[in-house]
């Protein structure tokens, strides 16, 4: 079994800052990559940020405003969020790409989403 544990959504004001965490948890399995997707009312759920060993990207409209980072010992990542627009308020769901150990299957898995509210 495989689980994923979000926090740290909430309201901010335009311009302000948020930062989200994953803790991810499964036996027999390894991680391959985790990453941050963002839905917003209406709209498809787009990739927000990703990370793969030592190699991130970004969408472009948050490039240079949010940092993902990942702490291997707490198989936990992080989504930093600076210079909050109110065109990234939207569920932010954390997503992870596990193996499982032994074999080349890969499969990914999904957080319950946490919601992001930026004020203009």
């Known amino acids: 079994q495989v689980q994923l544990v979000e926090s740290g959504g909430g309201l901010v004001q335009a311009g302000g800052s948020l930062r989200l965490s994953c803790a991810a948890s499964?036996?027999?399995?390894?991680?391959?990559?985790m990453g941050w997707y963002r839905q917003a009312p209406g709209k498809q759920r787009d990739l927000v940020a990703a990370?793969?060993?030592?190699?991130?990207n970004y969408a472009d409209s948050v490039k240079g405003r949010f940092t993902i980072s990942r702490d291997n010992a707490k198989n936990t990542v992080y989504l930093q969020m600076n210079s909050l627009k109110s065109e990234d308020t939207a569920v932010y769901y954390c997503?992870?790409?596990?193996?499982?150990?032994?074999?080349?299957?890969?499969?990914?898995?999904w957080g319950q989403g946490t919601q992001v509210t930026v004020s203009s």
């Open positions: 997503n992870v790409r596990w193996r499982r150990l032994g074999t080349l299957i890969d499969f990914p898995s």
């Open positions: 499964g036996s027999s399995f390894s991680i391959n990559s």
């Open positions: 990370i793969t060993g030592g190699s991130t």
